[in-house]
């Protein structure tokens, strides 16, 4: 099968890849921007698979909505409607179930399978194209389904990147589709990833985009994928990995493995602190708090003026932090433009849990703080103090407050929080 | 007004609320690790442990029920964007 030629842009048929197993999928090569985040210098693909058992035919995923004539002509060019048994959705996102509702509608003899976790999706995403909702089954890891003599069998991997995400094995293959897990937007017509051009930028910066703020769900899902006896990876996007595929398996491992923690240790937190100072004051606050949490043990602290720096190397660091403080001055009502560049850089990282604190001086109204406490509860972080705001230049007496306030800050993190007794609702403002 | 004590046990943190009052209303003005999402019962994100007091929140609705058992929840977890604390209670991020 290597040595026949592809170009399926042309040929509009399946492409069988291992027997009774075929790409039915379609090529979107003219695409620059996918769902308004990701960029693609030669489109994507949108991938769907037909698997042929002696009992029947199952589907798995479909394609984005205006690309259905492509998928029905290859899946017409292996299978008859009457003869699909299963459909599987891996993942619900509409560039895989775009295809669902006129499938269902030619194959309705056809029973639906998706994660336990994907049912108010698929409402929601389908409500508009019918009055009926369809009928499905839901299942979790090591749930099977019969073709006869082949099974497909479950992998509940949440998250990875939408809440209903699953994986679907072919046992007597040992092919994994594996929704958008391992893909990439990467259009190429030879199809395999040892007969694409290079495309390794790709499948990283898909990772980094679509996967990275998963990371936890990344290694849970690794952990049932790397026992299975794999021979091709099949994901939603992008080349089928037929050549290797342990290779991108590994290498998600790799990228989802926290770097800093070997490097500081199982023991040591991190705590940085982020500021913009205008006149200076907004700095000397940031440095008597960088000298307070400093004198907790355990606690390797930094501290940043984000003047001198970039956002992608601060995003980096961030993603590894216990702890994070920005210090803003308050400048026509607001904190200033490179604190909200930074905190709106922050969708690719996973920030939940971490402690956040702000601080900052200002002249006369001092909203900055407030706003970016707002903004890292947003961001689902802890904000287990009221930041410290200092009008002007902040006293002697000022300083050893923000000093206090590091220590306390970097305490808490360790699990030394000081007690405060019983509070009365009241006096909570 | 009745009053109840709902301490966080993440941060050790006891505070005398009215009966009737949200967790959502409290956790976060006291700095305690529930952290939330939608707010608003669909997400699951503020999902949350009752360590003590089981019987002390207001019973879950049918919406939260099937929110929790989508996301898999515990016997003693709860949505702290839903629950209303009616008696004593300890809580902590599940």
């Known amino acids: 099968m290597a040595d026949t030629p592809l170009n399926v842009s042309t040929w509009k048929e399946a492409v ?278 400093d004198t907790v043990e355990g606690v390797r602290v930094s501290l940043y003026d984000l003047e001198g720096g970039e956002i992608d190397p601060f995003v980096d660091l961030i993603e590894e932090a216990d702890a994070l403080l920005f210090g803003s001055p308050t400048i026509n009502g607001d904190a200033v433009k490179p604190v909200w560049d930074l905190l709106s850089s922050l969708a690719v990282v996973n920030l939940k849990g971490k402690i956040g604190a702000a601080f900052g001086s200002y002249g006369w109204s001092g909203e900055a703080v407030r706003m970016v406490e707002d903004r890292m509860r947003g961001l689902k972080m802890r904000v287990p103090r009221e930041g410290i705001r200092v009008k002007l230049i902040p006293t002697q007496e000022e300083l050893d407050e923000c000093t206090g306030f590091g220590r306390e800050i970097a305490n808490i993190l360790v699990g030394k929080e000081v007690q405060r007794g019983v509070i009365e609702f009241s006096d909570l403002t | 007004m009745a009053k109840a004590k709902i301490t966080f046990e993440d941060i050790h943190q006891t505070v005398n609320v009215p009966a009737g009052t949200r967790i959502i209303e409290i956790s976060e003005k006291i700095g305690a690790g529930v952290i939330y999402g939608c707010r608003e019962g669909d997400c699951g994100t503020c999902m949350m442990e009752v360590t003590e007091g089981w019987n002390n929140l207001t019973e879950p609705s049918v919406l939260e029920e099937k929110v929790l058992r989508e996301n898999m929840a515990g016997r003693h977890n709860r949505l702290a964007c839903q629950a209303q604390i009616l008696g004593d209670c300890k809580v902590k991020p599940a």
Request: a negative charge; one cysteine or more.
């Open chain 1, 16 to 293: 069988e890849f291992a027997p009774g197993v075929h790409w039915i999928g379609a090529l979107d090569p003219t695409l620059r921007t996918f769902d308004i985040i990701l960029r693609t210098a030669n489109g994507t693909t949108y991938n769907s698979y037909l698997v042929r058992g002696s009992e029947g035919v199952a589907i798995i995923d479909t394609v984005k909505e205006g690309f259905e004539d492509e998928f029905f002509h290859r899946l017409e060019s292996v299978a008859r409607y009457d003869e699909i048994k299963v459909i599987v959705l891996n993942h619900l996102e509409p560039d895989h179930s775009g295809a669902l509702p006129e499938l269902m509608r030619r194959a309705p003899q056809a029973r639906l399978y998706i994660s336990t976790r994907a049912t108010t999706m698929l409402k929601a995403l389908l409500r508009p194209n019918r009055e009926e909702p369809f009928e499905y089954t839901t299942v979790t890891t090591n749930d099977r389904v019969s073709l006869g003599d082949r099974h497909l069998r479950f992998l509940h991997t949440p998250f990875l990147h939408w809440p209903d995400t699953q994986c679907t094995y072919l046992e007597e293959q040992q092919v994994l589709f594996s929704g958008d897990v391992f893909g990439c937007h990467y259009c190429d017509s030879r199809l395999f990833n040892d007969r694409v051009g290079d495309f390794r930028f790709s499948f990283d910066y898909y990772y980094a985009h679509i996967m990275r703020p998963f990371k936890q769900w990344v290694m849970e899902a690794l952990a049932l994928i790397e026992p299975l006896k794999m021979k091709i990876v099949a994901p939603t996007h992008g080349p089928i990995l037929r050549e290797r595929p342990r290779r991108y398996v590994a290498h998600y491992r790799e990228l989802s493995t926290s770097s800093l923690s070997r490097e500081l240790g199982d023991t040591d937190k991190s705590l940085i602190i982020f500021y913009m100072s205008s006149y200076g004051n907004t700095a000397r606050m940031a440095e008597a708090i960088y000298s307070g949490a």
